[in-house]
């Protein structure tokens, strides 16, 4: 292995290697606790040492690196105190996370760390966001984030490359290339020789580094670094490696032909560099020994205080008030009394664009958002007036979009994201229930994100431009959900949702955008989530409903003038107003759900369930539910009519009434 020393001073270079070993002597401490049973999971790092510390010492302290399982040395490289890294893998609280999530899965703020969710891909969009955020505050700083070679199969690696290049993102996308994705080799994974082969096609520049070989990581990162601050782009970089354990400890090797441990061993990134540091004559041995003994020291010291902490003691209050970043929300009232007949869609433009003035860091993104308007011209002219670099046109890829929103959020910055459709949110569907729903609960860190979802059937559009998906994320735990049914509500809710610092989908019914008008307050204001509102008073039942339901009840209902029902929009969906719920079953006793959403697992089981359970003694018949039939949307009118439940809603009514 050769070694080219440059310019670097003996004191940098015994630095590398005081870094190099650290991650190593702990490993094989950690290797020890396993075997006696004293920590649950190890995925090794051994071998690939230099690739982590080669890159966190490249970077300046308060560029952001965003690490994968095996990188120790990233950590402790940003000088993480280790008696808080143990303390983390033991699921104390002293750890990263309250105990909530093991070993890497944690971010750190003041280390400048993002750690990953165990989907591997979805971190690659969290660094560009980050980069974004980088480019917008023209703060000149790079950020780097990792990759197994593995895990660049999934898409979100494609995603993650391709905005990076389109939007000049100052991002260094580093492979560790060790052969192995689990059990995997390359050749079942896949087809092209070199990860610098993939540069070229996306437009970015490749290079290729030695990964055990610490001063060329340290270096090639150190100038890639430097170009992209001055010039931002994305840089990929391919690092070879190998890994020297299994998978994790528990996975063995078996897999692994025995020659190429043979051959890797030979490769070793600190037996190798010690000894180019020894013919140097810039290390001895008893300066080694004095640095080992150092290390283990502090090593012995960490893990002393991490297993003399208590076990966490379960707090049932703090896990749920967790799962969102503390909000207490101060209502907006307009000030003036000046009001404006507009539809649906011209208040949700309304609200965008006074929260774009409002806040100087939302960012818009979305596809065809800018120029064009998008699909439903919700944000035309906005591009105009805040400009590209707010009004964002996005290419093709739900998942790094909503990842870059996290990004966002992660350097103070707030972000709303179109989805052309609500149905396409199942390409980032992954980024919303497992990343921004679940950060503050693990690490703090708060997703300040809202999704707008076009939402909803009745316009012929057939099974992929006309669901109802509000349920898929009702189940998730750190999502916020409103849904409003009229333009007052649109704006206000909107501009409550951007306010908000937690992740909020936020539905719109695109047959709606059009087809209702009201007059609204032309000056900035909220209205309260999580509040429902009655739309019609009445006496003979009670129809909780959202979004087209309330109009759909509102229609049908004055089809029967004998009759008379509390209409309570619920306006938000998670969470959802119980107080509202529980009021209007006391005084009517009869109960109808109504939503567009398919029957079954809809939101109004659980609202069903709930009633049941608390306010069985207030009920004189059974709770009722009509919603859509359990298929896909269809396309033909006729068969769309026949799958929303508008049509069969007065027998339902009729039949509760009577009973
Ligand atoms: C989406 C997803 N699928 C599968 C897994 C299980 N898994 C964890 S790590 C891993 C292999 C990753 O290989 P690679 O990216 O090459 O990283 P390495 O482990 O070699 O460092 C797999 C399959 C996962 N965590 N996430």
Redesign the pocket.
């Known amino acids: 292995m050769h070694f080219n020393r440059k310019e670097y001073s003996d004191t940098a270079l015994v630095h590398l290697y005081e870094s190099l070993l650290k991650p190593r002597l702990i490993e094989e401490k950690m290797l020890i606790l396993l075997r006696q049973g004293k920590i649950s999971k190890w995925f090794s790092g051994i071998g690939q040492e230099a690739i982590s510390v080669g890159a966190v010492l490249a970077l300046e302290k308060e560029e952001y690196i965003l690490p994968?399982?095996?990188n120790l040395g990233v950590f402790t490289g940003r000088g993480v105190p280790l008696e808080k890294l143990f303390a983390q893998f033991q699921g104390k609280l002293g750890g990263f996370t309250k105990g909530r999530d093991r070993s890497f899965h944690f971010g750190s703020n003041e280390h400048h760390i993002v750690g990953m969710i165990?989907?591997?891909g979805p971190q690659l969009a969290v660094a560009d966001g980050i980069a974004l955020a980088s480019n917008l505050a023209q703060e000149g700083k790079a950020t780097l984030v990792f990759?197994?070679?593995?895990?660049t199969s999934?898409g979100d690696f494609h995603e993650a490359l391709n905005v990076a290049a389109v939007w000049d993102l100052p991002v260094i996308f580093l492979i560790?290339n060790?052969g192995?994705?689990?059990s995997t080799p390359n050749e079942e994974q896949f087809r092209f020789k070199n990860f610098i082969d993939k540069g070229p096609g996306y437009g970015i520049d490749a290079l290729q580094v030695d990964g055990n070989n610490v001063l060329e990581v340290y270096d090639t990162i150190q100038q890639a670094a430097r170009n992209i601050r001055e010039t931002p782009r994305p840089i990929l970089i391919e690092a070879l490696t190998f890994?020297m354990r299994g998978?994790e400890e528990a996975s063995g090797t078996k897999y692994v032909p025995q020659e190429l441990f043979e051959q890797w061993a030979k490769k070793d990134p600190i037996v190798n560099y010690e000894k180019f540091l020894v013919k140097e004559g810039i290390l001895t041995d008893r300066k080694i020994q004095r640095i080992r003994k150092g290390i283990q020291k502090e090593i012995e010291k960490g893990l002393e205080i991490a297993f003399s902490e208590e076990k966490p003691i379960p707090d049932t209050l703090s896990e749920v008030e967790d799962v969102y970043a503390p909000y207490v929300q101060q209502l907006v009232l307009p000030t003036s009394k000046i009001s404006s007949e507009r539809r649906f869609v011209d208040a949700i433009a309304d609200g965008l664009k006074q929260s774009m003035e409002r806040y100087p860091q939302l960012i818009l993104m979305g596809q065809d958002i800018a120029e064009y308007g998008g699909v439903f011209k919700v944000t035309e002219g906005l591009v105009e007036t805040f400009g590209k670099s707010r009004v964002r046109n996005t290419p093709l890829c739900e998942s790094a979009i909503v990842g870059i929103g996290l990004g966002l959020s992660v350097k103070g910055f707030k972000s709303v994201i179109e989805m052309q459709f609500a149905d396409f949110v199942t390409c980032g569907f992954n980024q919303i229930v497992n990343n921004l729903a679940k950060s503050h609960y693990r690490w703090q860190q708060n997703a300040d994100v809202v999704i707008r979802m076009p939402t909803g059937a009745g316009v012929a559009a057939g099974p992929f431009h006309s669901q109802s998906n509000e349920a898929w994320f009702f189940h998730t735990p750190g999502l916020k959900i409103v849904y409003p049914s009229n333009p007052y509500d649109a704006k206000g809710l909107l501009n409550a949702a951007i306010e908000d610092p937690n992740p909020v989908l936020f539905f719109e019914h695109k047959a709606l955008y059009r087809a209702i008008a009201q007059s609204i307050p032309d000056d900035y204001y909220t209205e309260e989530v999580g509040k429902a509102t009655l739309a019609n008073h009445g006496d003979d039942l009670s129809i909780i409903t959202y979004g087209m339901g309330v109009h759909w009840a509102l229609e049908i209902m004055s089809s029967l003038p004998h009759l008379s029902a509390d209409i309570l929009d619920l306006r938000t969906l998670l969470p959802w107003d119980k107080e509202a719920v529980e009021q209007t079953v006391k005084k009517t006793g009869k109960v109808l759900i109504l939503h567009e959403d398919c029957l079954t697992g809809g939101i109004g089981a659980e609202i069903a369930a709930w009633v049941g359970e608390y306010c069985f003694q207030y009920l004189d018949g059974p709770v009722v539910r009509e919603g859509s039939l359990d298929t896909p949307v269809p396309f033909a009118p006729p068969l769309e009519q026949n799958f929303l439940p508008k049509g069969r809603l007065k027998n339902k009514i009729e039949e509760l009434v009577a009973f």
């Open positions: 994968m399982h095996r165990s989907h591997l990759s197994g070679d593995g895990g999934e560790e060790n192995y994705g689990l890994r998978h």
